[in-house]
């Protein structure tokens, strides 16, 4: 089986998660595949998004690419799991403050088995955050990739989100506004929430003067809001919308989006212990 690009393995750590709202509305977010207290025999697998993705969904729709006999993804041939009360399967984080939820997928993957099925997918974990040594060497400019589907978009056929460039507008060393969360440069559209926003450096990468030859993944934190222009000239942080409707522009983003600290994401270890 030829190895899977790194590439590859961070498209396919994303899931599109379609909820079914109060009065017949729909709304579209990102999710990503997390692992906990991953062991050479056992992890605990779940989907991170932000709470305001989920919240108030009456259904839900996760679609999963299936795993060919080899163990490669099986593109183009899909299954979709619908719940009812959906919003009630995720777990928020245990700081009512952030704008985190968790929703463990193991009934999923043991449901899919059941039916002859194993789903396709790539876990993040607390091997990709970032290391001690590492922060300090995050300043602003630092190149970010976003993975998700924003304004919905997606490879539906063969089941595989956007990828979107941007820069660090703030340093990841710093607290943003004294909170553990910093600001990227990149158009944030309704469906991005949620989205995971990594360093992926294929073959090499540079920290300050000095060139490294390898390659580099690490997850930094996770997108949930986005500074808007009102056309009054006040400027305020909104959650980054999910539902897709026709409104009268009163607001102009600023293409910067505001994330979450990745590191919070382990605060949920204690929850599924």
Not at 118 to 145: G, M, Q, R
Not at 213 to 227: C, E, H, N, T
Not at 232 to 254: L, N
Request: charged fraction near 20%.
């Amino acid at each position: 089986m030829k190895e899977m690009s790194i590439v590859d393995q961070v498209g396919h750590s994303t899931i599109r998660i379609e909820c079914g709202l109060p009065g017949g509305k729909t709304s579209i977010g990102t999710g990503f595949f997390y692992s906990f207290k991953r062991t050479t025999v056992s992890h605990v697998p779940v989907i991170i998004t932000n709470k305001h993705v989920v919240h108030e969904a009456l259904t839900g729709t996760l679609v999963f690419t299936l795993t060919k006999s080899d163990g490669t993804p099986d593109y183009g041939n899909t299954r979709g799991f619908t719940f009812d009360n959906f919003s009630s399967f995720w777990k928020p984080h245990p700081d009512d403050s952030i704008d985190l939820c968790a929703m463990p997928i193991a009934p999923i993957i043991k449901r899919a088995s059941e039916q002859g099925l194993k789903p396709f997918f790539t876990n993040l974990d607390s091997n990709l955050l970032p290391k001690d040594s590492e922060i300090e060497d995050l300043k602003s400019l630092e190149e970010v990739t976003m993975v998700g589907y924003p304004n919905g978009l997606w490879d539906r056929v063969n089941n595989l989100p956007v990828f979107r460039r941007g820069i660090l507008a703030t340093s990841y060393a710093r607290d943003w506004n004294g909170k553990k969360e910093f600001l990227i440069d990149a158009a944030c559209f309704p469906g991005s929430s949620g989205s995971p926003v990594m360093l992926v450096n294929v073959g090499s990468y540079k920290v300050g003067a000095t060139t490294y030859i390898a390659s580099r993944v690490r997850l930094l934190g996770v997108l949930y809001a986005g500074p808007q222009h009102a056309v009054t000239g006040e400027v305020s942080i909104v959650d980054i919308p999910v539902v897709q409707k026709p409104i009268s522009v009163t607001a102009i983003p600023t293409n910067l989006g505001v994330v979450i600290k990745a590191h919070l994401i382990e605060d949920f270890d204690g929850v599924f212990k």
